[in-house]
């Protein structure tokens, strides 16, 4: 199925995966390990992509009004007591069918079907700059071109930044570019950025909850926008998250000497 648009099917089976897994994931390492002192409820909510991405309530202030949130935050407190496995399974059969019907709404705005107009430096879009760091542009990612990966052309993501660069130096005067995302852990996308980007990388910080974003948790969907089940097996057998979000910024002028040393090479093959 690798380059084709996932169907409805296919999408209703990554929700359920993905959902089994925050509930498994955030009771046995978030309340258990890294989050003892939080409800259960608030694990999920807080520390798995769930409620955020999966279910798209990205506003947080809403969730006690929403039913199918009271429903997942209740049915946490009441079987928060229960085996890893027991609470993931009481969690599914409770909730399952809400979340089913959530997740066929949201079909034509999921991932590898829809892409934000936000998103308008290719698979780059930038926050505008902060009174405190104006030349700072802030950057997140996105896959889209979905069902292929960001990584498929190599001279795709040089395009990219490269367009993130131009437009806001001309809009706002940047002259740097920063990002936290879990990519900054994967050697393939690190090889797009200079070694002042690397040597300014946060430390991994495995003992650190992840947040509920994918910021966090990308690494989970792939190219398709379905489950990544390699991952999700791999976390549920160690207790480990394959990458870390971490954090790290270069100068334009840095990134724009690496990137032409990047297409340079290119050429020469």
Known sequence: ?????????????????MARFCFFYAIRDVA??????????????????????ILGFSDSTQWEENE????????????GNLSFEEFENAMWQHCGNAILQRAEELYPKSRGI????????????????????????????????????????????????????????????SSALITSTWLNDHPRWLEFF???????????????????????WGFLYNARGCAN????????????????PRTGSCSFDAMTRHLDILSKRKQEK
């Open 1 to 17: 199925m690798e380059n084709k648009v996932k169907t409805i099917s296919e999408h209703l089976q990554s929700a359920e995966d």
């Open 32 to 53: 258990n390990r890294l989050c003892p002192e939080k409800s259960p409820g608030e694990c999920i909510a807080r520390h798995t992509i769930l409620l955020f991405h």
């Open 68 to 79: 199918l949130c009271r429903m997942i935050f209740d049915a946490a407190e009441r079987f």
């Open 114 to 173: 829809y892409t934000p107009p936000s998103w308008n430096c290719g698979c780059l879009k930038s926050d505008p700059p902060t009174p405190e760091n104006p030349e700072l542009c802030r950057f997140h990612i996105y896959n889209t071109v979905s069902p292929h990966s960001i990584f498929t052309d190599p001279e795709y993501l040089v395009l990219c930044f490269r367009l993130l660069m131009k437009e806001n130096r001309l809009h706002y005067n």
């Open 194 to 216: 200079p070694a002042e980007f690397h040597q300014s990388l946060t430390p991994r910080n495995p003992d650190k909850a992840p947040g509920m974003t994918v910021g966090s």
């Open 229 to 244: 089940m390699k991952y999700i097996r791999s976390i549920r057998q160690t207790g480990e998250l394959p990458f870390l």
